[in-house]
């Protein structure tokens, strides 16, 4: 189903009236993780004036450490939902785990994080909402394995599928992870899935995001997804890759001027 023989047309989601795909581009942003109601507030305040079109937040953090700061869970949902009903931005945050899917009814978008890219009974139950869904690619995971994890959400009927590139492991430790440009050509060829880059977590440095963003637009993504924070040095998660505010406005401008030549 993600395979674009069968299907020739590039594919549009539509996150509850936002498009992604088909020549539509899109910009989600946020911050890595929901804090307090000030700071999802403000930074989705200030990301939707700079032109983002999705608001991101973790409540559910797939942290490599059990004593780093997990997530605020249903009250952090609760909050990034708030912001979602003071902007009008339509929200992405991520599931760990199926028996959340409740707590999720009025996300817009829900993410697999690259951890979960190949929990199998996860996506089977993603399969069964018609809520569209981005799929971010495992650490290690080649372009096969992320296409046939979008094919297990896809077989189940769901077919509003994203897909993410947000870096993967190699021997080069000078970055979090190495971005794979490489892959957006490779995915527009084999699929119609539109196809978004996220340079905060490819890269884990602030001052990257911005010369991958565009290098991403020249690639042909669809969209990016970027970590954005009211005050970085104090993030309880990922403050070293966020943009302050005003960044993330210099990005946007910078953004729309490389769309211009593709
Ligand atoms: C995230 O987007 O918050 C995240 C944890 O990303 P990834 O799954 O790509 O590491
Ligand atoms: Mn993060």
Redesign the pocket.
């Known amino acids: 189903k993600a395979n674009r023989k069968f299907h020739p047309n590039d594919t549009i989601v539509d996150v509850s009236g936002v498009k992604v795909g088909g020549g539509n581009f899109q910009v989600i942003a946020g911050p ?2 929901i804090e307090t109601k000030e700071q999802i507030t403000e930074v989705a305040n200030d990301v939707k004036n700079s032109g983002a079109g999705l608001l ?1 937040g ?1 409540a559910f ?2 942290r490599t450490s059990p004593y780093s700061f997990q997530g605020l869970h249903g009250d952090g949902l609760k909050l990034l939902l708030e912001a979602k009903k003071a902007t009008g931005l339509p929200v992405v945050t ?1 599931i760990m785990d199926a028996s959340h899917l409740p707590l999720f009814e009025d996300v817009d978008l829900i ?7 190949q929990n199998f009974e996860l996506l089977k139950e993603l399969g069964k909402i018609d809520k569209p869904i981005l799929l ?2 495992g ?1 290690a995971a080649t372009i096969e394995e992320w296409l046939m994890s979008a094919e297990y959400i896809m077989a189940g009927g769901n077919e509003n599928v994203i897909l ?1 590139e ?2 993967i492991r190699t021997y080069e430790t000078a970055t979090r ?1 190495t971005l794979d440009l490489s892959a957006i050509p490779v995915i527009k060829k084999k699929s119609h899935l539109p196809v978004m880059v ?1 340079p ?3 890269t884990g440095i602030r001052e990257m995001v911005e010369p991958l963003s565009l290098a991403a637009i020249a690639a042909g993504a669809d969209g990016l ?1 970027v ?1 954005v924070h009211n005050n970085p040095a104090k993030a309880l ?2 403050g070293p890759q966020s943009l302050t505010p005003e960044q993330f406005d210099s990005l946007m401008n910078k953004v729309n001027k490389t769309r211009q030549f593709f």
């Open positions: 890595c993780s991101r973790g953090k797939p991520e993410q697999v994080g690259a951890r979960n890219m971010k690619r650490l993410c947000r870096g992870n996220d905060s977590h490819a997804m970590e998660c990922d």
